[in-house]
């Protein structure tokens, strides 16, 4: 049986807490390189706001529960193109993904699950301490804005 090649449709799940410290994971396949949380559609049909909390769960063991902890829908996407290093995983041509962007407001005692296979360890760190650390540019860009969607003006 054959893998299906990734939906080049992903989400960006900045985790935060009231004071703006942010949650980075480190990845498993590319140790050095620490990011939010990330993920591709399932299918063509999953709604991103799904697809955000099932990666968040999936990732952190943090479940969006709708009531104490609610993923912000940004309406904010990204378009960028795919490192060639992970090319592989989508479709013959297929180099660029859109990124839809959320956050979610946790405790900073709230338990943290990783998933082995993913991710090597975590970290929370200041916000702009957390842009720094990212290896991609729209998950620093996102951490960054992050004041903004969280108290806006």
Known sequence: MTTPHKI???????????????????????????QSVTGSLDTLDEPLIDTAARELFEETGIVADGSDIVLRDWHLSNIYEIYPTWR???????????????????????????????????????????????FSSSNAEAILQL???????
């Open 8 to 34: 080049p449709e992903s989400v960006l799940v900045v985790i935060h807490t009231p004071d703006l410290e942010v949650l980075l994971i480190e990845r498993a396949d590319r140790p050095g390189f620490w």
């Open 88 to 134: 592989h995983r989508y479709a013959p041509g297929v180099t660029r993904n859109t990124e839809h962007v959320f956050s979610v407001c946790v405790p900073r005692d709230i338990p943290i699950v990783l998933s082995d296979r993913e991710h090597l360890q975590y970290a929370w760190l200041p916000f702009l301490e957390a842009a720094d650390r990212c």
């Open 147 to 153: 004041s903004r969607h969280v108290h806006p003006t």
